[in-house]
């Protein structure tokens, strides 16, 4: 080497990769100097620690408020990685080179702000584009040399000039391995002269970081040093400059401390535009790229066809060979040098999945972006926090993964209930790796399940609940207190109390039991006492089934339940469209929650009292009095003829159509079975059936949306059955029962003893009961 080795590359570019490997091996500078964050030269060592396994990120956040981070992300492809680990591997030194993260940070911020008050400021006006060289607009510079060479997309004209070739190749020097940088540092330099920072203004501050680097390095190993960095950045680190004019540009730059560590990745992940500004599309096409010892298409068709086998797809070694012939030969036609992405994809797609994107769309996401997740050394610095949750994934053996997957939970193992607090807890701290979901097998109290997928970003609001405390419990337990004290809703505080539960925090219940008494004493309105309800409840029954004191908790319930008894009527009075709507949902959640309060069955009666009141009380809109009088039937409080008549008063000719449709909306509506009701009883579906059919025309524009919504909620099913019995007429006429005229259409006559019999041996097996209780439940 003559003097220092510019290595300009494209970050995550495998082309890029290995040329970095080929030029270091053929230089062996006596040192290497790699686009990054300062801060992290004391990680480096680590890069080759045996745990360490890419893709893997630095990770820098702002002590004082760590949701301000910044990632910087290395794959197995990445030319920086490589280069790192190459000088690790060698012996040289070798340092990061770029703008201090505390300094980047800090100007991020300062930018966001200024960008807002700017919006404010400009706020129904025009704006105009930036000043400075490219007036403002960022310039994508592969995307201008490949314009330039005639393509259309960028990536496909990297991949022809770069990925698809060796070393060297198109440079005019098979042999040099330095040759191809060349070339691409001189087009880099006829962009930078045309277009200035391009846009990027922070550039210039960072480049005037990395040559007073690159001078230190210099002078203090002699001119045999390499730098690895974006292939934008190599003009200016030949620019002729004073160390004082880069001082200049780097003086008074805000900063704030920082502190850095490694963090696992995702290949996902790699398409994020973060920390060196890059993204790609296809991480899984390029780490195979990078990986493939020889014949990349023929391995990539092999991996393609492994995965739809798993699939249960026919794919035998017949479609692998026609499908890389028909990808070459795709290749030949558009004059590329080798099939790429493109050309695999298109054969993938004729010849594997028979012309469907469904299955490619498993290949995409699978294979050409992927899901491998990284690891990084248990020695890597971690807030107390993060240690403390890694020490629960290892003894829970729940390992954070980046594939989403499906956790059922069964409450009465231990291991499983211990599962559940931490995810609850780590909800609790934002912290989103776990999402309650509802299981394909049991809906009881006893069973859980959970959606997981580990992402990075979570690493960053691990640092955020760390100021809350050094462990899972204590952080989870600190953030509900504090919670608990701020919360003006009375429902945010019934809401966290059904959190501690779930999570089992009972250090920060008591804080919450006071705070939801006092909330509860001076909250006059019914809506929000209803809308409060149904959360206590589902905490009383979670906390039965965590063997949880709930005492307390069941003393305000029932204190709120007796409120909306007594509430709830005057309260329905009228109400708008809105309102009533509203209202109707949470005349459901109380109902549900009624049962299972202490004292359900004193409880049930009065609230049996108060639905029989919203049903006969004019004065409430029609789907809160349909609704109640659906609530009173189901539960066997309303005679099925007193239904029917309350259903004949609230159709009759007198009531306008938009309050007729509004009640059998409350009635029959949603997904509360309505439609097998009406199916079941034709009486019923008459009384609907008459009172449509007698709507003006009119008002029939009116009530038109009202039934759409209420009708198709239904099952495909119950609505061409419906349509099947008003297409027959009814078979009954309103009032009359079914036996009066011989039974239902499509029934016989009378039961079918015999064949009724026939389901009790079965019904004993589901519900593990004996003779003498099967009779009971015939009976």
């Known amino acids: 080497m003559t003097g220092p080795l510019l290595l300009g590359v494209r970050h995550h570019g495998p082309g890029s990769a290995r040329a970095v490997r080929a030029a270091l091996d053929a230089a062996s500078p006596a040192a290497v100097l790699i686009e990054g964050p300062p801060e992290a030269d004391a990680l480096l060592a680590l890069a080759q620690d045996e745990q360490m396994r890419p893709p893997v990120a630095l990770l820098a956040h702002a002590v004082d408020d760590p949701g301000r981070a910044a990632f910087w992300p290395l794959a197995e492809f990445s030319p920086e990685w490589v280069a790192l680990r190459w000088a690790l591997g060698h012996g040289a030194p070798v340092r990061f080179m770029d703008l201090p993260a505390a300094h980047s940070l800090a100007l991020t911020a300062a930018e966001e702000t200024a960008e807002r008050e700017e919006a404010g400021e400009e706020k129904g006006e025009e704006g105009e584009a930036g000043g400075g060289s490219g007036g403002g607009l960022r310039v994508d510079p592969i995307g201008v040399l490949a314009k330039t060479a005639g393509y259309d997309d960028p990536e496909r004209w990297w991949e022809d000039v770069v990925e698809h070739r060796g070393a060297g190749a198109g440079a005019g020097d098979e042999t040099d391995p330095r040759a191809p940088f060349a070339v691409l540092a001189e087009a880099m330099t006829a962009l930078r002269e045309a277009y200035g920072h391009g846009g990027h203004d922070r550039d210039l501050v960072r480049e005037a970081h990395m040559r007073l680097q690159l001078r230190a390095a210099r002078k203090e190993f002699g001119e045999e040093v390499a730098v690895v960095c974006g292939a934008w950045h190599v003009p200016a680190l030949q620019e002729k400059t004073t160390v004082a004019a880069d001082k200049a540009l780097l003086k008074g730059l805000p900063k704030v401390k920082t502190e850095m560590t490694w963090v696992p990745w995702t290949h996902r992940r790699l398409a994020r535009h973060s920390g060196y500004g890059a993204g790609i599309d296809s991480p899984g096409w390029y780490g195979h790229l990078f990986g493939a010892p020889d014949r990349p298409v023929e391995r990539w068709m092999t991996k393609v066809a492994g995965l739809l086998r798993d699939e249960d797809r026919m794919v035998s070694s017949a479609h692998v060979i026609e499908a890389v012939r028909l990808a070459e030969t795709l290749a030949a036609m558009r004059g590329r040098p080798l099939a790429g992405l493109t050309e695999t994809t298109d054969a993938i797609r004729a010849v594997m999945c028979d012309g469907s994107d469904v299955p490619l769309d498993l290949v995409r996401d699978r294979l050409v972006v992927g899901d491998v997740l990284g690891e990084v050394p248990e020695a890597a610095p971690a807030v107390p926090l993060q240690r ?392």
């Not at 949750?389 to 069964?410: G, I, N, V, Y």
């Not at 299981?439 to 399940?449: L, Q």
């Not at 005057?570 to 949902?585: S, V």
């Open 388 to 779: 403390d949750l890694a020490r629960l994934q290892r003894s829970l053996r729940l390992k954070p993964e980046a594939l989403e997957r499906e956790a059922d939970l069964d409450l009465r193992k231990e291991n499983d209930a211990a599962k559940s607090r931490l995810l609850h807890r780590l909800r609790l701290l934002s912290i989103g790796w776990g999402e309650p979901v509802t299981g394909r097998g049991s809906t009881g109290t006893f069973r859980e399940s959970w959606r997981l997928r580990w992402e990075p970003e979570l690493y960053v609001r691990v640092a955020e609940a760390g100021v809350w405390g050094t462990t899972v419990l204590s952080a989870a337990t600190a953030k509900a207190e504090s919670q608990a004290v701020s919360a003006t809703a009375l429902a945010d505080v019934t809401a966290l109390a059904e959190q501690c539960l779930l999570a089992e925090l009972p250090d920060a219940l008591p804080v919450v039991m006071r705070c939801l008494a006092d909330r509860a004493a001076l909250d006059s309105d019914v809506g929000h006492l209803a809308q409060a309800l149904p959360a206590l409840a589902r905490s009383l029954r979670y906390g039965d089934v965590r063997s949880t004191d709930t005492a307390a908790l069941g003393e305000v319930a029932a204190g709120l339940a007796e409120r909306v008894c007594v509430g709830l009527p005057p309260a329905c009075a009228g109400l708008d469209a809105d309102g009533a709507a509203e209202m109707r949902g949470h005349l459901d959640g109380v109902h549900g929650a009624i049962g299972l309060l202490p004292g359900a069955e004193e409880l049930g009666e009065r609230w049996g009292a108060v639905l029989r009141r919203l049903a006969e009380r004019d004065a409430v809109p029609g789907v809160i009095r349909g609704r109640a009088a659906r609530l009173l039937l189901d539960d066997g409080r309303l005679e099925e003829d007193e239904a029917a008549r309350l259903m004949s008063l609230a159709l009759s000719p007198g009531t306008p159509p938009p309050d007729a449709a509004a009640w059998v909306e409350g009635f029959v509506g949603g997904a509360s079975g309505g439609g097998m009701l009406l199916v079941h009883d034709e009486r019923l579906l008459g009384l609907v059936d008459a009172w449509l059919t007698g709507v003006p025309a009119d008002a029939f524009t009116d009530v038109l949306p009202l039934l759409r919504r209420t009708f198709s909620a239904y099952e495909p099913g119950v609505r061409r059955t419906l349509g099947e019995l008003v297409r027959r007429g009814p078979a009954t006429a309103a009032g009359r029962t079914h036996t009066e005229t011989g039974g239902v259409p499509g029934f016989g006559h009378g039961l079918d003893g015999p064949r009724a019999d026939a389901v009790l041996p079965v019904l004993q097996l589901l519900l593990g009961i004996d003779d003498d209780d099967l009779a009971g439940v015939a009976r």
